[in-house]
C-alpha cells in the first residue's frame, strides 16, 4: 500500500447530519506550510512536511 498526500484534494461533503465535516488540508493550510490552531485558550500547531504528511504538535 503507497501513502498519497491528500494535500490540495478535496473530497465530496457528507450530507448534513450525516457525519463529520470534512476540510480539505489545502482549505486549512491555504498555501503556507505551518496554521497554528487555538482550542480552548491552547495552540496548537499543524505542520505539512517535506513528505506530504500532518504533523499536530501542542
Excluded at 448534513?16 to 487555538?38: K, N, Q
Aim: glycine share 10%.
Amino acid at each position: 500500500m503507497q501513502d498519497t498526500p491528500m494535500v490540495g484534494s478535496s473530497l465530496e461533503a457528507s450530507p448534513a447530519g450525516s457525519g463529520p465535516r470534512v476540510v480539505s488540508s489545502a482549505d486549512l493550510l491555504d498555501g503556507s506550510r505551518e496554521i497554528i490552531i487555538r482550542h480552548v485558550g491552547e495552540d496548537y500547531r499543524l505542520r505539512l512536511t517535506r513528505a506530504g504528511k500532518l504533523i499536530l504538535n501542542k
